[in-house]
């Protein structure tokens, strides 16, 4: 069973536009919930977290938004830069701290 | 603060070798978590262990593979009898818990040939 889905493998955005990155989530257990960036070779960076008390979470180019109702995330990042090219995953801990990832999109910033 | 500490960043082994894979948790993080990437395929869970104690192993092949973390020292992986299947890059990352975010290591990139 798959909590934490992330339907779409790769996602190419021209550079200076806003790239938006989904997440859909099943258990509603869910509290806090996390982005995290991986380059290749790399191990994956926390980017940006948001807590189920908040619909909006912002820092610098990177907003987080959640939809509770509809158990929905999603990541803005604006104005796109070519070092934004990487694997995002969103990732909620469950009520044993847990860590859960969805299978991660692959962004593409276009020249 | 030094952050999560993987060991080694790339190991090579024969099949039918052990691998050990080590993980040093950021300072005050008394949560680790393993998970395993192959190629192409995201992050997948194996092991949640809190010190001295396996929280939860559900992603964790039932042979050949085990996990710990002593009270002293680094958190262990170890896959023993390696095949070729076993390549992949596994990471390893801490949290002091309470549902907070985790950390992640470099990670270790084993090849068996």
């Known amino acids: 069973d798959q909590q934490v889905k992330q339907n779409s493998p790769s996602l190419s955005v021209q550079e200076g536009r806003i790239s938006i990155l989904n997440c859909d989530y099943t258990?509603?257990?869910?509290?806090?919930f996390l982005w995290y960036k991986k380059y290749p070779a790399e191990g994956p960076t926390f980017l940006i977290s948001i807590s189920s008390i908040k619909d909006k979470n912002e820092d610098g180019r990177f907003t987080v938004f959640l939809n509770k109702s509809a158990k929905h995330l999603s990541l803005h990042i604006v104005p796109s830069q070519p070092g934004d090219s990487a694997v995002y995953f969103c990732a909620a801990p469950n009520r044993d701290d847990k860590i859960i990832f969805g299978k991660g999109t692959r962004l593409h910033i276009l020249p | 603060n030094a952050g999560v500490m993987q060991n080694p960043r790339h190991l090579v082994r024969r099949r039918g070798q052990e691998a050990r894979l080590r993980c040093s948790p950021m300072k005050g993080h008394s949560h680790v978590y393993w998970y395993r990437q192959l190629p192409e395929e995201g992050l997948k869970f194996m092991v949640y262990l809190q010190k001295e104690n396996i929280i939860d192993e559900s992603g964790m092949p039932k042979e050949r593979f085990s996990a710990e973390f002593p009270k002293e020292g680094p958190s262990i992986l170890r896959i023993q009898q390696v095949v070729r299947g076993d390549s992949a890059a596994y990471f390893c990352?801490?949290?002091?818990?309470?549902?907070?975010?985790?950390?992640f290591g470099q990670g270790t990139r084993l090849t068996v040939v």
């Open positions: 990352a801490s949290s002091p818990g309470l549902g907070t975010e985790a950390f």
């Open positions: 258990n509603s257990m869910f509290d806090y």
